[in-house]
C-alpha cells in the first residue's frame, strides 16, 4: 500500500510540474518579421517603389530605375542605369532614433551620397554631402496625382545659400 500511497501523492505534483514546464516552453512567440516594419514613418517613401522608366527636364529618357521593398519592408534599394551606362544602387530606411530617413548612394563612377531626411507635406527631401566634400547636396521626391514621380536634385557649393539644379527628372512607372 504504500507504493500505491506515494504515486497518489506525486502524481498532481508530476502533473503540476509538468503544466509549468509547459507553459515555459510555449510563451508566446515575438512578432513575425514581416509585421516589425510597418509604423506609418516606414511607409512614406512606399511611393516610390516601382519599376520606372526616368525622363530629364527636355522630356527625353534618362534611364531607368527600380525600386523595391526589402529586408521584409525595412529598407528600399534603388538600382539605377543611366542611358550613358552609369549605374548605381541607394539603400533607403527609416530611423526611428533620429526621426529621419537616410539614403547611401553610391555609382559605378565612385559617386557616394549619405543624405538624411522627412517626408515634409508630400514630398520626401534627403539632404547630405559627400565624403571630403563642402558641397551640399539636397534631392527631393514628389508624387503626382497622375502616378509619376518628380525627382528634384540641387547642389550648393555655399553651405546651402542658394541651389543650383542638378537634375530635374520625371519617374513613369513602367507597366
Known amino acids: 500500500m504504500r507504493s500505491s500511497s506515494a504515486f497518489v501523492v506525486l502524481a498532481p505534483v508530476l502533473a503540476l510540474a509538468g503544466t509549468a514546464a509547459w507553459a515555459q516552453t510555449s510563451t508566446p512567440p515575438a512578432p513575425p518579421a514581416h509585421t516589425r516594419c510597418k509604423a506609418p514613418e516606414q511607409r512614406q517613401f512606399d511611393f516610390w517603389v516601382g519599376r520606372w522608366t526616368v525622363f530629364g527636364a527636355d522630356g ?7 525600386i523595391e521593398l526589402v529586408d521584409n519592408g525595412c529598407a528600399l ?21 533620429t526621426r529621419q530617413w537616410h539614403q547611401h548612394w553610391v555609382d559605378s563612377q565612385g559617386g557616394l551620397l549619405r543624405l538624411a531626411g522627412a517626408l515634409q507635406g508630400t514630398r ?27 525627382q528634384h536634385w540641387e547642389g550648393s557649393d555655399d553651405d546651402g ?4 539644379t542638378v537634375f530635374d527628372g520625371r519617374y513613369v512607372r513602367q507597366p
Open 161 to 164: 545659400s542658394t541651389w543650383t
Open 124 to 150: 520626401m527631401v534627403l539632404a547630405g554631402s559627400g565624403p571630403a566634400t563642402t558641397r551640399r547636396e539636397r534631392i527631393s521626391w514628389t508624387p503626382a496625382a497622375d502616378g509619376t514621380v518628380r
Open 77 to 97: 534599394i534603388e538600382r539605377w542605369r543611366g542611358n550613358g551606362g552609369v549605374s548605381g544602387t541607394s539603400l533607403n530606411s527609416w530611423d526611428a532614433d
Open 60 to 66: 527625353n529618357k534618362v534611364g531607368e530605375n527600380s
